[in-house]
């Protein structure tokens, strides 16, 4: 089994995360829910296949400006060469988790097309997400191994 790491919001981001329903607050979930059906659908053949990771990133990224995908380009390749990994971006467990959340929380309205600052604070909202769930999972770790010293 191949561990494969997934940057977090604050590995892409500088500064304090953002909250997760504050970026997402303006996009309707269906939109959400779209995005992320389409990329669990190339990820199914695709898992931890590079070059679909690099597209999937440059399809949701698309429409920022140039400098700003370059700089969050730039930020995701200084994460992969301090952790020595291979490239994974988007995973199965994230987006689902995203997909779960909006259906959770679903909000709908009248809507013609997304901005590209909605876009980015799609990623962002992804991100934070890998950040949640990789705290959480962390924080179950050691409170596993704090008990088993307890002994």
Not at 44 to 68: A, H, S
Not at 77 to 105: C, P, Q, W
């Amino acid at each position: 089994m191949k561990i494969v790491l997934i940057p977090t919001y604050k590995d892409v981001f500088e500064g304090k995360s953002e909250q997760y329903f504050k970026l997402v607050e303006d996009i309707p979930s269906r939109v959400i829910i779209t995005l992320m059906s389409f990329i669990n659908n190339q990820l199914i053949d695709y898992r931890n296949d590079r070059k679909k990771q690099i597209e999937l990133f440059d399809f949701v990224v698309r429409r920022l400006e140039p400098k700003e995908k370059a700089r969050i380009a730039n930020q995701i390749n200084k994460f992969y060469h301090r952790a020595n990994s291979d490239i994974a971006l988007f995973g199965l467990r994230y987006t689902m988790e995203f997909i779960n959340r909006e259906l959770v929380n679903y909000r709908d309205f009248d809507f013609i097309d997304t901005t590209p600052e909605q876009e980015l604070r799609i990623f962002k909202a992804y991100l934070k997400i890998v950040e949640d769930l990789t705290t959480n999972d962390a924080e179950i770790i050691s409170n596993s191994h704090s008990g088993d010293n307890s002994s």
